[in-house]
């Protein structure tokens, strides 16, 4: 593939998820939903006009990235304090219902396996993929919505990076035990001291270059392009630590970057120039990015029949693990509802999960299908389902 190709295709890329985005904004739905159908439309399952590519996969990523960073600057710090305790409720229950949920509808279609075989833990494995929750769509519908900044919308995005921590401690225990890797119980302690590790780190950090930019962000340094600059520099250095020292997601250290500076001056300055990358490329290219990865070729009748209810399931059990301990906190039912549904979005996490399982041998390959339709399908529901129930939400209030 020569070096200029690489233009057509975002050529092709930006002008579909554009047009489709207005579409959707036209039928009074988030530019989102547009965006992902556009990918789907361009991509190997319709038209066939563009492949996804390392370059676009590298690409993709940086859109998440800074979505993330975004979201953590848009925060607002006393109201995610308050929120902390019900968000690691509602993560906690939002992992263990869907897992359970994964693991009894692999044994529906393939028969209950005794606990300890192959088969078991790869039941297991199926749940552990419906753990996940994409923090990066879910901000983005928010933030469209208007909505991030509310303590609902700040639940909903603590829950969900804490959802992703736990989700890939649980991942670490199931392929420690089930995989092919050895030293099994080192594994999870290792993960489980990594992630301590990071908290830990990010708290060090954010102290010390919150002091620095408080310093930067005073006198004729306001509104000046370092700040956005150093800002970007510290999203990606905490989002690359994250992922290489310490296993935890890259979108979680963006986040905390963005958590960092959320309380300085120039926190808005930064988040809008962030917002101009965000919107113009990296954002159309991560959102359009998951419909080009669905590929339905080569689908029989009895994974199709998997596919449907897998997605199914995948999105009923989030809503009812973290809608129900929603309730149980004393929030009403449409509360409870919008921090389900905000939940039961799937992204990167799911898919990097999923891949972890091929290499080890815990996931077939045609088992990957119904993971991309779950993503697409979950990205598309999710903001329109969320902007009915927060419609309906203002409506009870007057």
Not at 69 to 98: H, Q, W, Y
Not at 306 to 312: D, G, K, L, Q, R
Not at 355 to 366: E, H, Y
Request: proline content about 2%; overall charge positive.
């Amino acid at each position: 593939m020569h070096a200029y190709e690489i233009f057509k295709d975002l050529a092709i890329i930006l002008t579909a998820a554009k047009l489709m985005g207005l579409l959707a904004r036209k039928c009074k739905v988030p530019q989102v939903v547009g965006e992902i159908l556009a990918g789907l439309l361009i991509g190997p399952s319709v038209l066939g006009l563009i492949e996804q590519t390392d370059f676009l996969s590298y690409m993709a990523e940086i859109g998440v990235i800074l979505i993330m960073f975004s979201a953590g600057l848009e925060t607002n710090l006393r109201d995610m304090i308050k929120t902390g305790p019900f968000a690691c409720a509602v993560a906690v229950c939002g992992v263990f219902v869907p897992l359970l949920f994964g693991t009894l509808l692999y044994m529906a279609f393939y028969g209950i396996a005794a606990i300890g075989s192959i088969h078991f833990y790869k039941a297991v494995f199926i749940g552990v993929i419906l753990t996940a929750t994409s923090v990066g769509i879910t901000v983005k519908a928010l933030s469209e919505l208007g909505k991030l900044k509310s303590e609902l919308g700040t639940a909903i995005v603590s829950a969900a990076i804490i959802d992703d921590i736990i989700g890939i401690m649980v991942l670490t225990l199931v392929v420690g035990i089930g995989g092919n890797t050895s030293g099994g119980t080192a594994e999870i302690l290792t993960v489980l001291v990594k992630t301590l590790l990071f908290f830990v780190f990010a708290i060090v950090v954010g102290l010390i270059f919150y002091r620095i930019f408080q310093w930067l962000d005073q006198g004729r340094h306001v509104h000046t392009q370092r700040i956005p600059i150093f800002g970007l520099a510290l999203c990606m250095a905490l989002a690359y630590s994250a992922e290489k020292f310490f296993g935890v997601a890259d979108v979680t250290g963006a986040y905390l970057a963005g958590i960092i500076l959320c309380n300085i001056r120039d926190a808005e300055y930064i988040d809008r120039k962030m917002s101009v990358s965000s919107y113009m490329m990296f954002g159309p290219v991560f959102f359009a990015g998951i419909g080009l990865k669905t590929n339905i070729e080569g689908m029989t009748w009895m994974m199709f029949a998997f596919s449907v209810c897998f997605v199914i399931v995948a999105l009923i059990s989030k809503i009812v693990g973290c809608s129900a301990i929603s309730k149980l906190c004393g929030h009403n039912t449409t509360d409870s509802l919008i921090i389900g549904v905000g939940m039961m979005t799937r992204g990167e996490v799911a898919l990097i999960v999923a891949q972890k399982g091929l290499s080890v041998g815990l996931l077939d390959p045609l088992y990957f299908t119904p993971v991309i339709i779950l993503i697409v399908v979950s990205s598309i529901l999710t903001p329109i389902i969320l902007k009915i129930l927060f419609n309906k939400k203002e409506k009870l209030a007057h």
